[in-house]
């Protein structure tokens, strides 16, 4: 079994962008489960309180992402860049030698308002995951614009080509997973 954590870039109750975690979590082949990870009571990432320690809030998902064998990161675009609330978990969870994401198969997907889908997000996004060596699966991305009429009030996805989207890049994480694997486990 592998199992995936997930980090939704809104909080908002409503949130397309959970809807969209939830259809990816529905299209995963069956190897493959979620669990979303909450980080609703991060603090406001300080080096001082750092210093004291990880707060046990961020200790905690820092250890869930640890033990993952990927990670879903399902975001917004807020003003062109990603959402301060998932930049700041993602700065308290890099820090220390033994930093969570390195060597981490990570899968991004976004949903806007907007047509666009977070194509800015995205980028932005990669390159932070770069400098703490994660290791994001390139294609196929996805992007969800116009979401509003794309998802119903239920959470339920009506667009087709969103849902054949989705599932062709959870049946391609599953087989980037495994890869990763392979690369980081030496040959013996
Ligand atoms: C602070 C803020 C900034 C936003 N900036 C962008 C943006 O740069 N690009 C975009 O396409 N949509 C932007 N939006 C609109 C979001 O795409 C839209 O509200 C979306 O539904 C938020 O995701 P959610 O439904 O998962 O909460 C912004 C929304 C907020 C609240």
Redesign the pocket.
């Known amino acids: 079994m592998l199992n995936v954590v997930g980090l939704c870039g ?1 909080l ?1 109750a409503a ?4 809807m969209l975690m939830r259809l990816a979590e529905a299209s995963m082949p069956t190897s493959m489960r979620l669990e979303v990870l909450p980080w609703r009571d991060v603090a406001i990432f300080d080096a001082d309180v750092l210093a004291q320690g990880l707060p046990p809030a961020v200790a905690a998902l820092r250890e869930r992402v640890r033990r993952a064998d990927g990670l879903l990161i399902v975001t ?5 860049s990603i959402p301060g609330g998932l930049k700041n978990l993602i700065d308290w969870l890099s820090r220390g030698e033994d930093q969570p994401f390195a060597m981490k198969p990570v899968a991004i997907l976004s ?4 047509p ?1 889908g ?1 194509a800015r997000v995205q980028y932005d996004l990669r390159k932070v995951m770069l400098f703490v060596n994660a290791m994001v699966m390139v294609k196929p991305e996805v992007f969800v614009g116009n ?1 509003a009429t794309k998802f119903n009030a239920d959470g339920q996805c009506s667009d087709d080509a969103t849902r054949k989207f989705v599932a062709a890049q959870m049946a391609a994480f599953e087989a980037w997973i495994a890869g990763v694997k392979r690369l980081a486990t030496p040959a013996n």
């Open positions: 809104s908002r949130s397309y962008n959970r917004p675009e807020y003003n062109f949903a806007t308002g907007g666009l977070g979401v």
